[in-house]
């Protein structure tokens, strides 16, 4: 079973700065994509940003420019840096990966628990 553990989420004022974390442990062969969504209360879940195990990167309109996904692919893991952030960026943060595991290889598509961040005006 793969299992992903985010870190980092926490409260910050308007305008500031926080660094999201995410680990993927298990038996991974080769991870394709991890990405990062968010879910504030009453509405559906959405992507924030993904990165492909080639670098390539893709962001939401509303998040474009302010924050930066990066991976660590020895280390299996994936980062969110989060600036300027805005009141409507609070949201509880899922870290998602999708691959290969094994021994015998088989697709694996795994989500983390998520990481709240709170930002106040």
């Known amino acids: 079973q793969v299992q992903l553990v985010e870190s980092g989420g926490g409260l910050v004022h308007s305008g500031g700065s926080l660094r999201l974390s995410c680990a993927a442990s298990g038996s991974i062969f080769s991870i394709y994509a991890m990405g990062w969504y968010r879910q504030a209360p009453g509405k559906q879940r959405e992507l924030v940003a993904t990165?492909?195990?080639?670098?390539?990167?893709t962001y939401a309109d509303s998040v474009k420019g302010r924050f930066t996904i990066s991976r660590d692919n020895a280390k299996n893991t994936v980062s969110l840096e989060m600036n300027s952030l805005k009141p409507e960026d609070t949201a509880v943060y899922y870290c998602h990966a999708g691959g290969i595991r094994g021994p015998v290889a088989s697709n694996f598509d795994s989500w983390g628990q998520g990481t709240q961040v709170t930002v106040s005006s």
């Open positions: 990165i492909t195990s080639g670098g390539g990167t």
